[in-house]
Nanobody, 126 residues
């Protein structure tokens, strides 16, 4: 069992940056593939970024490629999402997600992830 807690959300102007953190409790964090998803009001939850258990593979939604970077620090049981050049359309609740997997294939769909955090609000003003 893994519990995930996000932090780092907030209000930022367009063009600014934020770094989200997700800290996992429980054992075997290093065996978990981790992802970030987001959900805006009235919309479905969508994939943002994911990273393999080793950190060697990553995947990004087209809308964030070149602006967002996902990384992990296994020693700290933490995964990060560095968000640069933020746009108003990035405004959402951001969720951290995890799935136990030692595969190098990074999955990007909501049903593939078993564990979810409570979410953190990111608001980008124009």
């Amino acid at each position: 069992q893994v519990q995930l807690v996000e932090s780092g959300g907030g209000l930022v102007q367009a063009g600014g940056s934020l770094r989200l953190s997700c800290t996992a409790s429980g054992r075997s964090f290093s065996a978990y593939q981790m992802g970030w998803f987001r959900q805006a009001p009235g919309k479905e939850r969508e994939f943002v970024a994911a990273i393999s258990w080793s950190g060697g593979r990553t995947a990004y939604a087209d809308s964030v490629k070149g602006r967002f970077t996902i990384s992990r620090d296994t020693a700290k049981n933490t995964v990060y999402l560095q968000m640069n050049s933020l746009k108003p359309e990035d405004t959402s609740v951001y969720y951290c997600a995890g799935r136990r997997s030692l595969s190098s294939v990074v999955v990007t769909t909501v049903p593939d992830y078993n564990y979810w955090g409570q979410g953190t609000q990111v608001t980008v003003s124009s």
